[in-house]
């Protein structure tokens, strides 16, 4: 419509318009300012004179005989059209100029003919026109026709109009008359709405669109699609407005009825479980079924704005955007999502939706469904809840297998090392208990044989001990310690004087202050033995160890610190854990029970202290223990 409306407009500028207004005698009652400009003659000079003594008219005798005749005939209420010379404008080099002159009675109801419009259009420049210029014109004339517009063009000055046969054949008006008459087909309902909307229009300086029902003569209902757009002087004055007219009675009534079908629609909706919405996009204003509005707790005249305040927050930006792809892409949107009640309340909501758009695109309404899905969502989620759980018992049940295998391994190569280190020093002790009852050994040898006894005796009661003790840490006892004042430097010493005389001076110890603690003493060193023992086994072979002892305002630190290959990220969170051994060393040579970190670690909880490992290649292996500091007075 805006397309062709551009085309036709087109045409106005090849031909321009002018208007004049006369009385049934031929006398001049008023003039559109561009006729004065096309004529050559002023404005107050035109007024009140006989429209065939104006000398543009009257230089040429033939012009001023058919122009009589045609305001005659006029009066007698008949129409003519004529080709005719008139004087040019004074500041016009053409001796002539061709114009079109159109005389038309104008007819009032219940008054009849009341004046006589007389249309000038200038012809001159369409006689020079180029070929392209012509056909160009014969195109445009074309495409109304097949286009099956009508027009009209309307002196905003005199407020005459004349139609083009096309709307004066449709309409069944005069093919000239006073805009009145126009209007007046125009259906009571919409004609004050579709004047006030032209006349803003022109006002403002814009195009013009609308669309308005019309009364034909068969009393007939009709839907018409205007346009049209307004031409002004070089000051800005409105002189002529041109429009268009389509007429769109199949289309609106193919409209109407689907909106019949909707409504049908919404009825079965209603007696469904399904609710629905109507929103109208310019106004702004929705319309809710029952359904819905019980489904999403709304009150009677709910708005848009407050159905979107109550869906869940972080559902509300993925709806919104969703309807914003459908509307922009022209597309139907389908998804699901929560929406609380006023109670607090949460269901779930499986809704649809699709917009209307009118001829140019621009988006009308959009209609909605919405279905409570709270039941079957809560099914669905029920059932994956379930399925996680009995996934996540799987993967529990599987790691615990997992766990309970390798503590089987573990416990059998324990019973097995258990086995062959107590037999060892059971071995020593029964031979001892040999030599003493044969009664043929001499004082020094039963004495060699109590000693054999008491210290094999001793070295089975200290791994049953270690034993017992791993036991209950991993059954998660506190190891009862009895706290007592101890020189920390003296057990140190002492412990590292027979670990330098078993292997060969391998051990160093950096020290800078004397310490003295309420601490386990027996505790303590059997935490320096373990770890001192597990750098010899797990470290670098003759590399050296380093032992630092320390203090703070709060806490003892010691740590030991080896060089060799790290300990695997792997192995770091279960290191702790009784009967495990480290790998990384063959096999064959591997001593222990895997039980002297987990007493490490238990001894060190049991003083309320902790014990911390860092391991890697650059920097090697450090275990740390830090012990509250309590100064012995």
């Known amino acids: ?21 006369v009385s049934l005698d031929g006398e001049i009652q008023n003039v559109s300012s561009t006729s004065m400009i096309m004529l050559g003659c002023e ?7 006989l429209v065939w003594d104006i000398k543009n008219f009257s230089k040429f005798s033939e012009t001023r005989k058919w122009l009589m005749n045609a305001v005659k005939l006029a009066a007698s209420g008949h129409a003519s059209r004529e080709k005719v010379l008139v004087e040019p404008a004074l500041n016009s080099d053409e001796s002539s100029h061709l114009v079109s002159l159109h005389v038309h009675p104008i007819r009032k109801r219940k008054l009849g003919i009341t004046k006589i419009s007389i249309t000038a259009i200038d012809l001159s420049d369409s006689h020079g026109l180029s070929d392209s210029s012509k056909m160009e014109q014969e195109r445009l004339a074309r495409v109304i026709d097949v286009a099956q517009l009508g027009y009209y063009e309307w002196d905003l000055k005199t407020n005459a109009a004349v139609l083009s046969d096309q709307l004066k054949n449709k309409w069944t008006l005069e093919k000239t008359l006073d805009v009145s008459a126009l209007f007046l087909k125009i259906h009571p309902d919409d004609r004050s709405a579709v004047i006030s909307r032209m006349e803003s229009a022109i006002r403002q300086h814009r ?9 034909l003569s068969d009393e007939k209902e009709s839907w018409i699609e205007a346009a049209g757009v307004a031409f002004y002087s070089e000051r800005g004055e409105p002189l002529c407005f041109f429009g268009t007219t389509l007429d769109i009675t199949d289309r609106k009534l ?26 109208d996009l310019h106004r702004d204003q929705t319309e809710f079924s029952e359904r819905m509005r019980l489904d999403w707790d709304l009150p009677e005249q709910a708005t848009m704005s407050q159905a979107l305040e109550r869906i869940h927050p972080e559902d509300l930006v993925r709806v919104r955007e969703c ?7 022209h597309v139907c949107y389908s998804m699901e999502y929560r929406v609380y009640h006023r109670d607090g309340k949460e ?3 499986e809704a649809q939706g699709e917009a209307q758009y009118d001829s140019f695109g621009n988006a009308l309404r959009m209609l909605g469904t919405s279905v409570d899905v709270t039941e079957r969502k809560c099914l669905e989620l029920g059932k994956q809840a379930i399925i996680n759980d009995l996934t996540e018992t799987k993967s529990k049940l599987e790691q615990s297998e997992k766990k309970f295998s390798l503590e089987r391994i573990l416990r059998e190569r324990f019973v097995v090392s258990l086995s062959h280190d107590l037999r060892t020093p059971l071995t020593a002790a029964r031979y001892g208990v040999s030599m003493l009852t044969s009664g043929k050994e001499s004082p020094e040898r039963r004495e060699k044989a109590l000693r054999i006894i008491r210290e094999n005796i001793l070295r089975a009661d200290r791994m049953i001990e270690d034993l017992l003790d791993a036991n209950r840490i991993k059954a998660g006892e506190k190891i009862p310690m009895l706290l007592e004042p101890c020189h920390l430097n003296k057990v140190v010493a002492e412990v590292l004087a027979v670990l330098n005389f078993i292997h060969g001076n391998r051990f160093s110890l950096k020290c800078l202050d004397e310490i003295h603690g309420q601490v386990s003493c027996e505790g303590f060193r059997r935490i320096l033995e373990n770890l001192c023992n597990n750098a010899v086994k797990y470290g670098g072979k003759e590399r050296p160890i380093l032992i630092e002892l320390s203090k703070s305002n709060e806490e003892i630190i010691l740590c030991v610190h080896n060089e060799g290959n790290p300990i695997p990220v792997s192995d770091q969170s279960t290191l702790f854990d009784a009967f495990r051994r480290l790998p990384g060393i063959d096999q064959q040579e591997q001593k222990g029970w895997g039980i002297g970190l987990t007493i490490t670690k238990g001894f060190a909880e049991a003083m309320n202290g902790t014990v911390k490992m860092t391991s890697s290649p650059e920097t090697g292996t450090d275990f740390t223990v830090h012990l509250p500091l309590v100064e012995v007075t």
């Open 323 to 329: 309807v914003r792809y459908a509307l922009e892409h």
């Open 207 to 215: 195009s013009y669109h609308s669309e308005f029902r019309v009364i």
């Open 43 to 49: 404005f107050d000079r035109a007024i009140g004179n």
């Open 254 to 279: 193919r409209e109407m009825r689907i909106e019949k079908n909707e409504e049908s629609l919404k009825k079965a909706l209603g007696v469904s479980r399904v609710g629905f919405f109507d929103w």
């Open 1 to 21: 419509m805006r397309e062709k409306l551009q085309e036709t407009s087109s045409l106005l500028q090849v031909h321009p318009l002018f208007f004049a207004n």
């Open 347 to 349: 269901i779930w909501i």
